[in-house]
């Protein structure tokens, strides 16, 4: 199992709408507007900043996998030429039990290696979907904070751009309000200076 980029992780976030405020009304149901979540979710600094930790923890573990790796061959490397020496007819019978011991005690190494690198393949995808599950759940509870700010008495309703589009999606949103830049306002007005920098 290879721990890749994970360029994608952030789109779990995406909500099918926000309800907001009583059952709507004749007069309530045109207070309709519109979130482009993908948008915010590449503009938010915090956003950014979670998609880099997670890229860098990925990238910490599969270095320290390629390393776990290496050092098998190595010892699978060792195991080969042990057999093939002992496959020599000139090895004496003193020799040859050398080598059977050699042989016996990297075969037991090995075995110890593999399992070891199956629970650090387990340990690391476990430490990495748990920091992925509450980086989404902070990044959620802000966006909704925002937008909730955004939207209150004044929409009814916030429906979601979808990435791509689907059967029961929103498809068409001309004439709807779009608030995606005003939830970026909210969610990026306290973002350190380089951060501010880097959005011009």
Do not use: C
């Not at 405020?21 to 979540?37: H, S």
């Not at 979670?50 to 320290?64: N, P, R």
């Not at 004496?92 to 011991?101: F, G, I, L, R």
């Not at 995606?180 to 973002?191: E, F, S, Y």
């Amino acid at each position: 199992m290879k721990f890749t980029h994970i360029t994608a992780w952030l789109s779990a976030l995406a909500l099918a709408f926000l309800s907001l405020g009583n059952a709507a009304t004749a007069q309530d149901a045109a207070k309709v507007a519109v979130v482009d979540y993908n948008a915010i979710l590449k503009e938010y600094y915090k956003a950014k900043d979670s998609q880099k930790q997670m890229e860098d923890l990925a990238a910490g573990y599969q270095k320290e996998r390629n390393e776990r790796e290496a050092g098998l061959k190595t010892l699978v490397d060792a195991i080969n030429g042990l057999q093939k020496e002992m496959q020599d007819p000139a090895i004496s019978d003193a020799k040859k039990k050398e080598k059977e011991n050699q042989l016996k005690a990297k075969g037991e190494e090995g075995q110890v290696k593999q399992r070891e690198m199956m629970a650090f393949g387990q340990t690391a995808s476990k430490i990495l979907e748990d920091k992925r599950q509450r980086l989404t759940t902070e990044l959620t509870e802000d966006v909704n904070k925002a937008l909730t700010q955004v939207a209150k008495n004044k929409y009814t309703m916030v429906f979601v751009k979808p990435q791509v589009p689907s059967p029961g999606a929103l498809i068409f949103s001309e004439g709807l309000d779009d608030v995606t830049q005003q939830v970026l306002g909210i969610l990026n007005k306290d973002a350190p200076a380089a951060k501010k920098e880097e959005k011009k």
